[in-house]
Each structure stands twice: as C-alpha cells, then as structure tokens.
C-alpha cells in the first residue's frame, strides 16, 4: 500500500498523559501536512513540514504541541498533558510539495480521546 | 466570518438525483478549489481540483469555479447510495511563502442517497 499511512488508528489516553501520533507520507511524497477534526468543525490546517524542516506551524497551539518529520523515519505530532479538549480525529496529509501542495493526500487518520 | 462557508446540511435525495453542493469563500488568494469525500471514520478523499476559474468533469463529476463570485460547486450526476458521504471543498493560494501548503477547508455537506 503505497498511501500515507497512519498510527495507531486509535489512542486512549489519561488527562496529562503525552500522545504521539504518527505518519508516514505516501511514496515519493516529503512534505507532510497535519490536521484536526473536532466534532461538529471541519478540518484545522496545524502544522506543514518538509524533512527537518518545519514551515508553516501557524494553526498549532502555542503550548503543548510540537511536530517534527526527521530525515529517517515518519512524522511526529506530539501533545504534552493531553486534557479532553484535544479529544479529535488527528489527519495526516502528503504531497509532492511546490507546484502541487494543493494536491494532498490523506491518511486514515488517528482518533485521540482523552479520558 | 469564516473564509470558507459550506452549507452543512444534511441533504437528502433519491437514487439517479443530480446533487449539487456549493462552497463560499472570502479569501480571493485562493487559486486551487478541492473537494473531498469523506466517509465516516475515514480520511478525505480527493475527487476533484479545479485552477483558477472554469469548469472540469470527472464522469458523474463536475466542478465549477465562478472567482468573480467567489462560489464553488460540485455536481454529482446520477447519485448513487455510494455516494453517501461527507463532502468537503477546500482552497489554497499560491501566493507563496510559507502559507502556500494550508489547505482550507469548508465545514463539510453531509450527503444520504436512498435507494
């Protein structure tokens, strides 16, 4: 399967607990884009990164949040002492970045709740 | 205001009905107009990208692009019960910088076909 993949599917976790969500672009992809669906809203642009390189962060939370997409390995998005609030289905999105960042991808997504 | 309105619906239609779901938007940078399909608990799903003005068909599929009335549409001919989702249009500009990989999105029409 050669799409953007996800995981976990699905993350429990306990108020002030830490949650790490990650995603892997789809083949020949490197720019990663991150983004939220709460109930009842649309999807929230959050973060775009390039490997090693992040380049728009102006939808993060200014606390608590943070993304990386080192030069091995997926991409990370991390929420320090998680609360209820952050209770969301977490998108990953991929694209050949340039001229065609409008063409992005999808993953399955990973649905955080916070207990 | 928020840049992108999208009638959230639901919308309801008979089987072989011609859908049409429209988006508004605010933000005239916009140059690249989406729409995505999302089926319950799953990720988005790009069906369609229009540039700029203009009309582009993709079998059952039509988009239009209207920038002098910053009003997008999305037909559907013939509807199918597997159409049934959540359809959500979303834009980019290519304006450049570091906002160039933001998609925005609309708040989503959700669509039922019944047989």
């Known amino acids: 399967n050669a799409g953007v993949m996800q995981n976990p599917r699905h993350l429990v976790r306990r108020r002030g607990q830490e949650a790490r969500l990650r995603c892997s672009p789809m083949k020949g992809h490197s720019h990663v884009y991150w983004y939220r669906q709460l109930p009842e809203e649309g999807l929230k642009f959050m973060v775009y990164l390039q490997k090693e390189n992040i380049i728009d962060e102006s939808g993060m939370p200014k606390e608590r949040f943070s993304a990386e997409f080192p030069k091995e390995g997926p991409s990370i998005l991390r929420i320090q002492q998680v609360v209820r609030g952050d209770s969301a289905a977490y998108f990953c999105a991929s694209s050949s970045g340039g001229d065609w960042a409008y063409e992005q991808y999808f993953g399955p997504g990973t649905r955080l709740t916070v207990t | 205001q928020k840049e992108v309105e999208q009638d959230p619906g639901p919308l309801s239609v008979p089987e072989g009905a011609i859908v049409s779901l429209n988006c508004t938007y605010s933000n005239s940078a916009f140059q690249y107009f989406m729409w995505y399909r999302q089926y319950s608990r799953k990720g988005p799903e790009l069906l369609m990208y229009t540039y700029s003005s203009g009309n582009k068909e993709d079998g059952r599929f039509t988009a239009q692009v209207d920038k002098s009335s910053k009003y997008i549409s999305l037909f559907i001919r013939d509807s199918q019960p597997s159409d049934s989702a959540t359809y959500l249009c979303?834009?980019?500009?290519?304006?450049?910088?570091?906002?160039?990989?933001?998609?925005?999105f609309g708040q989503g029409t959700i669509l039922t076909v019944h047989p």
């Open positions: 979303a834009m980019i500009s290519n304006a450049g910088g570091t906002s160039y990989g933001k998609l925005t």
